[in-house]
Nanobody
Framework: QVQLVESGGGLMQTGGSLRLSCAAS????????MGWYRRAPGKQRDLVAT???????NYADSVKGRFTISRDNAKNTVYLQMNTLKPEDTAVYSC??????????????WGQGTQVTVSS
């Protein structure tokens, strides 16, 4: 009932920037939390950043000062601006969006994942 479409991944050199987007569509009544996770090769999935409906943000220590999460409530879209990229940022990045469907059922949906590769 909710579909997420991610975009913006790719290959970048160390020190470069990328911007990820994740747009939700479907029978959405309201959106609360949004966020991004990443999974590096051979590692567990880690939280990157979250943002609440009120705009409160939270970041993993490894990305603080370099990444910025933001949202466009009118478009049910969350963004991740990634600056000063490092090779250790290489991972598949997945967004999530949670909230209420029309009919007051809670939902949490995940994007399909987008590859970010940072070359040294």
């Amino acid at each position: 009932q909710v579909q997420l479409v991610e975009s913006g991944g790719g290959l970048m050199q160390t020190g470069g920037s990328l911007r990820l987007s994740c747009a939700a569509s479907g029978s959405i009544s309201s959106v609360s939390a949004m966020g991004w996770y990443r999974r590096a090769p051979g590692k567990q999935r880690d939280l990157v950043a979250t943002i609440t409906s009120g705009g409160t943000t939270n970041y993993a220590d490894s990305v603080k000062g370099r990444f910025t999460i933001s949202r466009d409530n009118a478009k049910n879209t969350v963004y991740l601006q990634m600056n000063t990229l490092k090779p250790e940022d290489t991972a598949v990045y997945s967004c999530y969006i949670q909230g209420l469907l029309i009919g007051n059922k809670n939902f949490r949906s995940w994007g399909q994942g987008t590859q970010v590769t940072v070359s040294s």
